[in-house]
């Protein structure tokens, strides 16, 4: 199912191989705490069997943001009875994604899927016991945050940041947010000069990956600004005007780059 990767003895991601996917277990002495529970039901019945080799309770699970693929694993934990956390937004983040993904069904979710948050929080919320703090940071979507480990001093941003491996490239992907947010987003964890960052997707990277992201937004917010409101599909700017990539090392590029666009236009 999972890449394996061990950043310290008490911080562990496991990477799903559908799409670089990442779940992140922390141990303390007393118990466990999990970052994100994947998608795909064997992938993330294969993370708690992980959880439960260790022979420790699962106390929480912190989702970076409501959108499938980091919140449906939710369900498998239900033995461990764990507080689950998320912003207070998290609802609206979900019922986007199920609306425009699938906009022909009636607008219920399957609560199935779901195991609702114990604790929804506003701005900050601390889990001294894991050394934790946790703040509202929208950007990739509304209910998106940034969790900062003090004790390891490492930083995870959920989708507002995205890497990849094998030296494949990815970009910021606003379409479910705002780009002006993420963009800030970016910015303010930059300022803080992060030695280690754990993206949604993909490997660990510091902050030359933060300020290409930077770059390739400012990039298109001041592109797309000087084109005027009836301006067709083919004068938008293209890729390659925002971040310089070579052909055949993204990682889901042209279609972010696209969706990207729709946002810039769907906000006109």
């Known amino acids: 199912m999972y890449n394996i990767i061990e950043i310290t003895p008490n ?3 496991l990477q ?45 699970l912190i989702n970076t943001h409501w959108h499938s693929d980091h919140c449906y694993g939710n369900r498998f934990f239900d033995a461990e009875k764990p507080i689950i956390i998320a912003h207070e937004k998290y609802w609206n ?42 703040q509202y940071a929208p950007g990739h979507s509304m209910d998106s945050t940034r969790i ?36 800030t ?28 992201d930077i770059i390739y937004i400012q990039n298109l917010l001041l592109k797309y600004s000087k084109l005027g409101s009836q301006c067709k599909m083919d004068q938008l700017p293209s890729l390659e005007e925002c971040y310089p990539v070579r052909k055949g090392e993204e990682f889901w590029v042209e279609k972010m780059h696209e969706l990207n666009l729709q946002k810039l236009q769907k906000m006109r």
């Open 11 to 13: 911080v562990t991601i």
């Open 16 to 60: 799903a191989k559908n799409s670089f996917l990442n779940s992140t277990v922390i141990e303390n002495k007393d118990g466990l705490l999990v970052i994100d529970t994947l998608l795909l039901p064997k992938d993330s019945k294969e993370l708690y069997q992980f959880c439960l080799a260790k022979k420790k309770p699962v106390k929480y």
């Open 93 to 134: 983040t979900i019922e986007s994604e199920k609306n425009v993904i699938a906009p022909h069904r009636p607008n219920i979710i399957n609560k199935k899927l779901l195991r609702l948050p114990s604790i929804s929080f506003s701005k900050k919320l601390k889990i001294p016991e894991f050394d934790l703090i946790i």
């Open 148 to 183: 900062y480990s003090t004790k390891e001093d490492l930083y995870w941003t959920g989708d507002n940041l995205l890497n990849s491996n094998d030296d494949k490239i990815a970009i910021p992907y606003f379409y479910w947010g705002h780009p002006q947010e993420h963009l």
């Open 185 to 212: 987003e970016l910015k303010n964890l930059s300022e803080n000069n992060p030695s280690k960052i754990i993206p949604g997707h993909g490997l660990p990277c510091g902050k030359e990956k933060l300020e290409r």
